[in-house]
């Protein structure tokens, strides 16, 4: 007797999915050999990142010296803020950014044809070819650094809000990721994509600002052309007990669509690939 079409269409999916995942360890394990050759170039890139981190935090210390709050937020909230915008970068490396700032050389060169060959999806293999731990370490560790030294200093931290944290923040790299996939997938057009990576680095230096600083349109763009504001406002406003139930509500529903839309967006940019033998 044959299985039933949803047991079965169940067992196909799980099993696609640990086949990711070790392809996904194989590209994380053979990256990493490369990228520690260099230990020296390691290092730097490590320090280079806290510090890029620590000068954000002293811009910050500056603005508090003047203000006592900045939209409602006091100095150790806005710390867990920007720690947080650490570890979604740090996060994003560790999956798919690396393998998007090498999508334009992959098709101008033609060695996009070798992904559409790939037995996985086209966007899952990009994503995946290229995954670093070592790009935006130091900021990750700085990130996690402030996230805490920011909830320990807070005066009603609960630890009940962790779990949920830590699940906003997977969907504020969800929400990363469709808006890198949308952008990116506009390099069939171009000949040059490094303007495209040049929008995404500044969607994510718009995101450790908190979303209170923004009103009317400004407030709107950021929040569903350009989502910036929720990547790092969300997760934090739960730490510091600032989230309501709607900002939770509206960054997954954020999350789905702008997935939806990047998928859409990506399997019909693929229709306009020239490959290296058309």
């Not at 392809?23 to 490590?46: D, G, P, Q, T």
């Not at 981190?53 to 710390?79: D, K, R």
Request: proline share 3%.
């Amino acid at each position: 007797m044959k299985p039933p079409v949803t047991e079965a269409y169940a067992t196909s999916l799980s099993g696609r999915w640990a086949r990711y995942l070790r392809l996904y360890r194989s590209f994380l394990m053979h990256n990493l050999k490369n990228e520690m050759i260099y230990r020296a170039n390691f290092a730097i890139a490590v320090g280079m990142d806290i510090v890029f981190m620590g000068v954000n935090v002293v811009f910050f210390a500056i603005v508090y010296g003047n203000v006592e709050t900045i939209g409602g937020w006091t100095f150790h909230q806005t710390l867990i803020l920007v720690g947080s915008v650490g570890v979604v970068r740090e996060l994003a490396y560790l999956t798919f950014r690396q393998g998007f700032l090498q999508l334009g050389d992959y098709v101008r060169t033609g060695n996009f044809d070798v992904m559409l060959t790939a037995p996985m999806a086209t966007f899952v293999h990009l994503a995946f070819r290229h995954v670093s731990l070592t790009e935006s370490l130091g900021e990750g560790l700085m990130g996690l650094f402030l996230v805490g030294y920011g909830f320990a200093h807070l005066d009603a931290a609960s630890w009940i809000s962790v779990p949920l944290y830590l699940l906003m923040l997977f969907n504020s790299l969800v929400i990363y990721y469709a808006f890198s996939l949308t952008v990116n997938s506009m390099v069939f057009w171009l000949v040059k994509s490094q303007e495209l990576n040049t929008v995404v680095y500044y969607f994510m230096n718009t995101a450790r600002y908190p979303r209170e600083i923004y009103h009317g349109l400004g407030k709107a763009f950021f929040t569903f052309i350009v989502p910036s504001s929720l990547i790092a406002t969300t997760p934090a406003s739960i730490l510091a007990g600032r989230a309501e139930g709607n900002l939770v509500g509206l960054s997954i529903g954020v999350a789905v669509v702008l997935l939806c839309l990047g998928l859409s967006v990506w399997n019909w940019s693929l229709h306009y690939y020239s490959s290296a033998s058309s």
